[in-house]
């Protein structure tokens, strides 16, 4: 059999007899990835099988040419030869450098244009300058955080090449002696919503997958099992692997940072950037609810340093044994699913978690991808897995939105919806555009508060990850585009939102937190709960011991904060609850997605469910399918090979 497992000595060897000896180049490791490093790039590329292909199939890794720093013109030839070379019709409005990378990235708003017949501007750019060039549309609206992270990481770029080397040596290490076994360790999110948390062990290597906060007013289970002796010492994780930027699977990962990881953090640049807005809100939300943040910007900031992009179907090496691959998870904007091949041959073992999956296309996303080769034990979402969770498809939901803001607008009142800042608030959004667009009503103002400008800035950041129809609409931009229609409009302050608060105008509130647990929505409930035209309508999950959750329970009055006081909140406005708009699959969906894995999966793991649902869809899937099937506590050990 052909040995899979090189060491970086012998990948180097393979190479040496492949490339000819006229050719000047060196061989690093960039994280799981084979560097090429040369001063003749074009020597390793071309049509059909060149030679960086004939490498990759030889050492059965992925491989990357990057230019050498001596053939790298500076900062300022580059953007002169850009407004040299490429055509003034492109309109090129931001040149972004990484040099970690050698790559330039031009947004531009006619790429077409830019890249040229048969991409001659490019490949004229690139003799030129020497950099790596890569031409993405300009998005309608910058993200700032997007530019903040380009930034940072531009700043950084010698600490970050060393990084990745550092990253990339320690996957290469030499094998370890023993029998091969896999276990997975329940450190949060298991007969619980919140606090994701999953530690894979092998004889080899320690890999976590997620790192998230619970939504609970109990502080003492905010934070994953971070004191359990498996997980300790941090220095020993080889990885971290983040399926979706939602706080309850992100938002303790500066922890571990602060606390002194220093290994890399994988996940899809989507992720990256919807992760470092929604840390960055978890230490505001903190402070303003008048507790001491867990971590600090310096600790996000150290998180975004070692961060490794993978775009989704790129199998990636993140330890010695532990191979993964990212595929769409249908949920939220860059969600993945994360499967794993662990170790080789016949002792290699396929796990599959699932992430918080979608497996229906929605406004935004495709149904979550079930392609994937041979699981043998999946690791799967619960949290509408109970016998009696249904929810009507999208189609139904949105015609069941768009009733309702008829027949609120109608009365003259207002509609205020607690959404996620990212994925509930888009789809929202688009519903809204549909029904103004139509003619059915008059339109009116639907004001965004908090994050959701910023989020649905950084979906307009990357189209590739949206479904064909709306990724067509965002790159048309104008009208097309339907983030961009004239009544959507940002709360860009306190007095502007308090002003609305007072204004007797019918009008549209999207409003962060979803589950009511801190945010602007918080004031518009106070002063809009207790009018009996207005309408309060959750779109999103609720869960347990929420605000929202307790409103949904039918309180007609619930205890608020301010001040330092305590003040009851009649609550006589209509509270609607309007299913199928959450990024989580039903019971049906959740077995269909089981149904449609081929074969099988032998082990089935519940997790991200109350106690009784996990359970519940724990026996469901062991009397469907006649496979072992488990509900495990926090704290509990599985061995999975």
Same mark, same amino acid.
């Given at each position: 059999?052909?040995?899979?497992?090189?060491?970086?000595?012998?990948?180097?060897?393979?190479?040496?007899?492949?490339?000819?000896?006229?050719?000047?180049?060196?061989?690093?490791?960039?994280?799981?990835?084979?560097?090429?490093?040369?001063?003749?790039?074009?020597?390793?590329?071309?049509?059909?099988?060149?030679?960086?292909?004939?490498?990759?199939?030889?050492?059965?890794?992925?491989?990357?040419?990057?230019?050498?720093?001596?053939?790298?013109?500076?900062?300022?030839?580059?953007?002169?030869?850009?407004? +040299?070379?490429?055509?003034?019709?492109?309109?090129?409005?931001?040149?972004?450098?990484?040099?970690?990378?050698?790559?330039?990235? %031009?947004?531009?708003?006619?790429?077409?244009?830019?890249?040229?017949?048969?991409?001659? #501007?490019?490949?004229?750019?690139?003799?030129?300058?020497?950099?790596?060039?890569?031409?993405?549309?300009?998005?309608?609206?910058?993200?700032?955080?997007?530019?903040?992270?380009?930034?940072?990481?531009?700043?950084?770029?010698?600490?970050?090449?060393?990084?990745?080397?550092?990253?990339?040596?320690?996957?290469?290490?030499?094998?370890?002696?023993?029998?091969?076994?896999?276990?997975?360790?329940?450190?949060?999110?298991?007969?619980?919503?919140?606090?994701?948390?999953?530690?894979? *062990?092998?004889?080899?290597?320690?890999?976590?997958?997620?790192?998230?906060?619970?939504?609970?007013?109990?502080?003492?289970?905010?934070?994953?099992? =971070?004191?359990?002796?498996?997980?300790?010492?941090?220095? #020993? @994780?080889?990885?971290?692997?983040?399926?979706?930027?939602?706080?309850?699977?992100?938002?303790?990962?500066?922890?571990?940072?602060? &606390?002194?990881?220093?290994? !890399?953090?994988?996940? *899809?640049? !989507?992720?990256?950037?919807?992760?470092? @807005?929604?840390?960055?809100?978890?230490?505001?939300?903190?402070?303003?609810?008048?507790?001491?943040?867990? &971590?600090?910007?310096?600790?996000?900031?150290?998180?975004?340093?070692? /961060?490794?992009?993978?775009?989704?179907?790129?199998?990636?090496?993140?330890?010695?044994?532990?191979?993964?691959?990212? +595929?769409?998870?249908?949920?939220?904007?860059?969600?993945?699913?994360?499967?794993?091949?662990?170790?080789?041959?016949?002792?290699?073992?396929?796990?599959? =978690?699932?992430?918080?999956?979608?497996?229906?296309?929605?406004?935004?996303?495709?149904?979550?991808?079930?392609?994937?080769?041979?699981?043998?034990?999946?690791?799967?979402?619960?949290?509408?897995?109970?016998?009696?969770?249904?929810?009507?498809?999208?189609?139904?939901?949105?015609?069941?939105?768009?009733?309702?803001?008829?027949?609120?607008?109608?009365?003259?009142?207002?509609?205020?919806?607690?959404?996620?800042?990212?994925?509930?608030?888009?789809?929202?959004?688009?519903?809204?555009?549909?029904?103004?667009? $139509?003619?059915?009503?008059?339109?009116?103002?639907?004001?965004?508060?908090?994050?959701?400008? +910023?989020?649905?800035?950084?979906?307009?950041?990357?189209?590739?990850?949206?479904?064909?129809?709306?990724?067509?609409? /965002?790159?048309?931009?104008?009208?097309?585009?339907?983030? #961009?229609? $004239?009544?959507?409009?940002?709360?860009?302050?306190?007095?502007?939102?308090?002003?609305?608060?007072?204004?007797?105008?019918?009008?549209?509130?999207?409003?962060?937190?979803?589950?009511?647990?801190?945010?602007?929505?918080?004031?518009?409930?106070?002063?809009?709960?207790?009018?009996?035209?207005?309408?309060?309508?959750?779109?999103?999950?609720?869960? $347990?011991?929420?605000?929202?959750?307790?409103?949904?329970?039918?309180?007609?009055?619930?205890?608020?904060?301010?001040?330092?006081?305590?003040?009851? /909140?009649?609550?006589?406005?209509?509270?609607?609850?309007?299913?199928?708009?959450?990024?989580?699959?039903?019971?049906?969906? @959740?077995?269909?997605? /089981?149904?449609? %894995?081929?074969?099988? !999966?032998?082990?089935?793991?519940?997790?991200?469910?109350?106690?009784?649902?996990?359970?519940?869809?724990?026996?469901?899937?062991?009397?469907?399918?006649?496979?072992?099937?488990?509900?495990?506590?926090? @704290?509990?050990?599985?061995?999975?090979?």
């Amino acid at each position: 059999m052909r040995k899979l497992r090189l060491t970086l000595a012998e990948v180097k060897q393979r190479v040496s007899k492949l490339v000819p000896q006229n050719i000047d180049y060196e061989v690093d490791v960039e994280a799981g990835s084979i560097a090429i490093i040369t001063k003749q790039p074009e020597a390793f590329g071309g049509a059909g099988q060149s030679l960086t292909v004939k490498i990759a199939k030889n050492v059965k890794r992925r491989v990357i040419v990057r230019p050498h720093s001596d053939i790298l013109a500076d900062e300022k030839t580059v953007r002169q030869k850009v407004n +040299e070379i490429i055509p003034s019709d492109a309109e090129v409005r931001n040149i972004w450098l990484d040099p970690a990378l050698s790559e330039v990235t %031009l947004e531009c708003d006619d790429p077409a244009a830019a890249v040229g017949p048969k991409g001659i #501007n490019i490949k004229n750019l690139r003799d030129e300058i020497g950099w790596l060039v890569s031409v993405e549309r300009a998005p309608a609206f910058e993200s700032r955080t997007q530019h903040d992270i380009r930034r940072y990481r531009k700043e950084l770029a010698e600490e970050r090449k060393a990084l990745l080397r550092k990253f990339g040596t320690r996957i290469y290490r030499p094998k370890r002696a023993g029998e091969p076994w896999v276990r997975i360790t329940a450190l949060g999110s298991y007969r619980e919503v919140g606090r994701a948390m999953h530690l894979v *062990t092998t004889n080899e290597s320690r890999v976590l997958v997620d790192c998230g906060a619970k939504p609970t007013m109990n502080r003492n289970e905010v934070q994953p099992f =971070f004191n359990a002796p498996e997980l300790l010492p941090l220095d #020993n @994780l080889d990885a971290i692997v983040l399926t979706h930027a939602h706080v309850d699977h992100i938002a303790m990962l500066p922890v571990l940072f602060h &606390y002194g990881y220093r290994g !890399p953090v994988y996940c *899809t640049p !989507p992720t990256r950037d919807l992760m470092t @807005l929604l840390q960055m809100d978890y230490i505001k939300v903190s402070q303003a609810e008048g507790s001491d943040p867990p &971590y600090s910007k310096a600790d996000i900031q150290e998180c975004i340093k070692h /961060v490794v992009d993978i775009r989704w179907g790129d199998k990636t090496d993140i330890a010695p044994d532990i191979k993964i691959t990212l +595929e769409n998870a249908g949920h939220i904007l860059g969600s993945s699913s994360v499967y794993m091949q662990i170790g080789e041959g016949n002792s290699e073992h396929r796990l599959l =978690f699932s992430g918080d999956i979608k497996y229906e296309r929605s406004w935004l996303f495709d149904a979550a991808t079930v392609r994937f080769p041979k699981v043998e034990t999946l690791v799967i979402e619960s949290t509408y897995g109970g016998p009696q969770d249904f929810q009507p498809n999208r189609a139904d939901a949105t015609q069941e939105l768009q009733d309702l803001i008829k027949l609120a607008l109608s009365r003259g009142g207002k509609i205020f919806c607690p959404v996620f800042a990212v994925g509930r608030s888009q789809e929202v959004m688009i519903a809204i555009d549909q029904l103004f667009k $139509s003619g059915e009503v008059k339109p009116v103002t639907v004001w965004l508060d908090g994050m959701i400008s +910023e989020a649905t800035a950084i979906h307009a950041s990357h189209p590739d990850f949206l479904n064909r129809d709306l990724r067509s609409k /965002v790159l048309k931009g104008g009208e097309k585009n339907p983030f #961009n229609s $004239s009544w959507f409009k940002q709360v860009d302050s306190r007095e502007q939102r308090e002003s609305l608060l007072y204004d007797p105008s019918p009008c549209i509130v999207l409003a962060t937190s979803g589950m009511m647990t801190g945010g602007p929505i918080i004031e518009y409930f106070k002063h809009w709960a207790p009018e009996i035209n207005n309408t309060l309508c959750f779109v999103g999950y609720q869960a $347990s011991g929420t605000l929202g959750r307790r409103l949904q329970q039918g309180h007609a009055e619930v205890p608020l904060m301010d001040k330092g006081q305590t003040h009851m /909140v009649p609550v006589t406005c209509n509270v609607v609850t309007i299913d199928g708009f959450s990024g989580h699959s039903d019971r049906r969906q @959740l077995m269909d997605y /089981v149904k449609a %894995l081929n074969p099988t !999966p032998r082990k089935i793991i519940c997790h991200h469910g109350d106690p009784k649902t996990c359970n519940a869809f724990r026996q469901g899937l062991r009397d469907e399918f006649r496979v072992q099937t488990y509900a495990p506590a926090n @704290l509990e050990t599985l061995r999975l090979k």
